[in-house]
């Protein structure tokens, strides 16, 4: 059974800084796609950033990484503000084996930027 797990969310002041990250475990043959949305209060689901994408919003801020021994992705956000506030989602296209993959999302961690 795959899943997606992120972390590393939590309250942070403005201007502050985060890192968070998705972990992909189970029975997997290859992961790609990997990415990172986020939802804030009464508003859509918006992409944050690929590993070849920013947002606008977040570009000079925000930082995407993969390790792929660790089947990990990370987001580091730094100058972090108020309108950063939602839940951070991290989606990945997963092969459990060389004919079967489909798109996972994880359960979502919650950043909150506010003094």
């Known amino acids: 059974q795959v899943q997606l797990v992120e972390s590393g969310g939590g309250l942070v002041q403005p201007g502050g800084s985060l890192r968070l990250s998705c972990t992909a475990s189970?029975?997997?043959?290859?992961?790609?796609?990997m990415a990172w949305y986020r939802q804030a209060p009464g508003k859509e689901r918006e992409l944050v950033a690929d590993l070849t994408t920013y947002a606008d919003s977040v570009k000079g801020r925000f930082t995407i990484s993969r390790d792929n021994a660790k089947n990990t992705v990370y987001l580091q956000m730094n100058s972090l503000k108020p309108e950063d506030t939602a839940v951070y989602y991290c989606?990945?296209?997963?092969?459990?084996?060389?004919?079967?993959?489909?798109?996972?999302w994880g359960k979502g961690t919650p950043v909150t930027v506010s003094s």
């Open positions: 989606k990945a296209f997963i092969r459990t084996s060389l004919y079967a993959g489909r798109e996972y």
């Open positions: 189970g029975s997997i043959f290859s992961i790609n796609g």
